[in-house]
């Protein structure tokens, strides 16, 4: 039975997932920025690789994020798992 005398405190999983998702995406924006510029016969080395920095910021707010938010939800499930075995 679960403990009724905590509150609930409800944590913005779902808004983190979107924005994993949102930081996903703007990497492939990047990704497509530096196609770009490679195409370019005059390409600006210095916008290539302020492209690149970003991507790489990017990536690592990606991996960490997402990283974190699985280990949440894994605790979460094994939580509520080992609660209905109680029950």
Do not use: W, Y
Not at 1 to 14: A, N, Y
């Amino acid at each position: 039975m679960q403990d009724t005398t905590r509150p609930h405190v409800k944590l913005p999983i779902g808004r983190t997932a979107r924005l994993v998702f949102e930081l996903d995406a703007i990497r492939g924006e990047c990704a497509q920025a530096a196609a770009e510029l490679l195409d370019q016969p005059d390409m600006d080395s210095n916008e290539f690789e302020e492209c690149a920095k970003l991507d790489d910021a990017v990536a690592q707010a990606h991996r960490l994020l997402k990283a974190h938010l699985r280990r949440i939800m894994l605790a979460r499930i094994k939580r509520h798992t080992e609660a209905d075995h109680l029950e």
